[in-house]
């Protein structure tokens, strides 16, 4: 068999050759055509041309590559990637503005149309997505969303406070928001991509905890994460807390209404949610409402010590920035995924995707680290969680000794 018959399409996959393997082939074949002194070398008019064409030839091959790894979820990237999702139903998450309610206060009757506005000390401006009248209560709660796109629109409680439409008519008083706003982000990345694929099954297997994990996933939008538990015997469940025949769901990001309508239109009837979080939720025929109950995951803050950093020549000038925003990617922030709802964030890991990778700092050879749940006591000890926790950090909690 000729050195070249395993180019291309073989048996155990596609192979590139590369462009020195086909310069050889080509002067190969130039010594079986023309006389055994020809003159091949780089110099020579017959050399030259042997390499233009070794050069455009390894051009189609990694043409060809491409076309054969955009099959596979593994290698596909871009457009290839996102369409091979589409075959399971999943999208890609686009440019996405925070979301969360907006609690404006004033005299009872003041009417509040869609497009009024709000911001926060920055500057960053908030819209009223539905409209409504302010009760006898002298207070409402309005789905509001950023202007702009992007995490910055991720704010904390009792942030946005500065009414920015003028107050026609007049009676508004104040504006709030009692909880944080979530779900703002960039436009996805591949490998943010492809790590959901892979928690995603398909929608089409029924009313299954499985199913109902996906549909959250796949449909709720700005959902970072979530799992599902289910009790389907006749018993309290002493595990998961859960009573007999429901199941609960544990969603980090995504607003709770829209969580509510994808567990509604998901779970089987006769079927109870679980969960602190109540919302209710129309019938298609706007004729019965149901109480759909789901959780959020507790949040554990993790500080992360790091110090007797050795590093080489390609350790760049920003490589500390780098060290401290790979470890807020592994760990998860409030507007992340990282380690996953009710997983333990184990020391060896986080520190091996330091050096090894998606993650990986150029340059960085060694280092020693402590973690701590508490910003006190650091120690080497893994960092566990219950079922309805998840682990968080920011790059405020990632400190560098020495």
């Given at each position: 068999?000729?050195k070249w018959?395993?180019?291309g399409?073989t048996p ?6 590369s462009?020195?393997?086909l ?11 023309f006389?055994?002194?020809t003159n ?9 041309m042997?390499?233009?064409f070794?050069?455009f030839?390894?051009l189609?091959f990694?043409?060809l ?5 955009s099959r596979f979820?593994?290698?596909a990237?871009?457009t290839?990637?996102?369409n ?12 996405q503005?925070?979301?969360g309610y ?10 509040i ?12 401006l908030?819209?009223?997505?539905q ?6 209560t002298?207070?409402i709660?309005?789905?509001a969303q950023?202007i ?7 704010l904390p409680?009792?942030t ?8 026609i008519?007049?009676g508004?008083?104040k504006?709030?928001n009692?909880?944080?706003?979530a779900?703002?982000?960039?436009r996805?990345?591949d490998e943010?991509?492809r790590d959901r694929y892979y ?9 299954n905890?499985?199913a109902?994990?996906a549909?959250?996933?796949?449909d709720?939008e ?10 389907d015997?006749?018993f309290?469940?002493e595990?998961?807390g859960?009573p ?6 544990v969603v980090?990001?995504?607003l ?6 994808v567990?509604?239109?998901r779970?089987?009837?006769g079927?109870q ?11 298609n025929?706007?004729r ?7 959780n ?7 500080w992360?010590q790091?110090?007797?950093l050795v590093?080489?020549?390609n350790?760049p000038?920003n490589?500390l920035d780098l060290?401290?925003?790979?470890v807020?990617?592994?760990?998860g922030s409030d ?5 996953g ?12 995707a330091?050096?090894?990778g998606?993650?990986?700092v150029?340059?960085l ?11 006190v006591?650091?120690?080497y ?10 682990v968080?950090?920011?790059e405020?909690?990632?400190?560098f000794l020495?």
């Amino acid at each position: 068999m000729d050195k070249w018959d395993d180019w291309g399409l073989t048996p155990r996959g596609f192979r590139r050759p590369s462009y020195m393997e086909l310069l050889d082939a080509f002067e190969y074949k130039a010594r079986e055509l023309f006389p055994a002194r020809t003159n091949l070398t780089v110099r020579s008019p017959l050399g030259l041309m042997l390499r233009i064409f070794a050069w455009f030839t390894s051009l189609l091959f990694g043409v060809l590559e491409d076309v054969y790894n955009s099959r596979f979820v593994d290698t596909a990237v871009g457009t290839s990637l996102f369409n091979l999702g589409r075959i399971i139903g999943q999208r890609l998450l686009s440019n996405q503005r925070a979301k969360g309610y907006l609690r404006i206060t004033g005299a009872p009757g003041i009417y509040i149309p869609e497009g009024w506005l709000a911001s926060n000390q920055a500057g960053l401006l908030f819209v009223v997505v539905q409209d409504g009248t302010i009760g006898d209560t002298g207070m409402i709660d309005l789905a509001a969303q950023a202007i702009e796109p992007g995490e910055d629109g991720n704010l904390p409680p009792n942030t946005i406070t500065t009414i920015v439409n003028p107050v026609i008519p007049a009676g508004v008083e104040k504006v709030t928001n009692p909880n944080k706003f979530a779900g703002g982000r960039l436009r996805e990345t591949d490998e943010q991509f492809r790590d959901r694929y892979y928690k995603t099954v398909d929608k089409a297997g029924g009313v299954n905890a499985d199913a109902i994990r996906a549909a959250i996933l796949q449909d709720v939008e700005g959902c970072i994460d979530a799992e599902v538990f289910e009790n389907d015997t006749d018993f309290y469940d002493e595990i998961t807390g859960l009573p007999p025949h429901s199941f609960e769901a544990v969603v980090f990001g995504g607003l709770d209404q829209d969580i509510a309508a994808v567990i509604k239109e998901r779970k089987a009837g006769g079927i109870q949610t679980f969960g602190d979080i109540a919302i209710m939720v129309p019938s298609n025929s706007n004729r019965q409402l149901f109480e759909i109950r789901f959780n959020r995951p507790a949040p554990v803050p993790v500080w992360v010590q790091i110090w007797d950093l050795v590093t080489d020549k390609n350790f760049p000038n920003n490589g500390l920035d780098l060290v401290r925003a790979a470890v807020v990617d592994y760990i998860g922030s409030d507007t992340s995924g990282g380690v996953g709802i009710g997983q333990a964030l184990r020391y060896k890991w986080l520190s091996a995707a330091l050096v090894k990778g998606k993650r990986a700092v150029p340059g960085l050879l060694d280092f020693e680290m402590k973690i701590s749940a508490d910003g006190v006591t650091f120690s080497y000890a893994n960092i566990l969680v219950s079922l309805r926790q998840k682990v968080v950090t920011d790059e405020s909690k990632v400190i560098f000794l020495g």
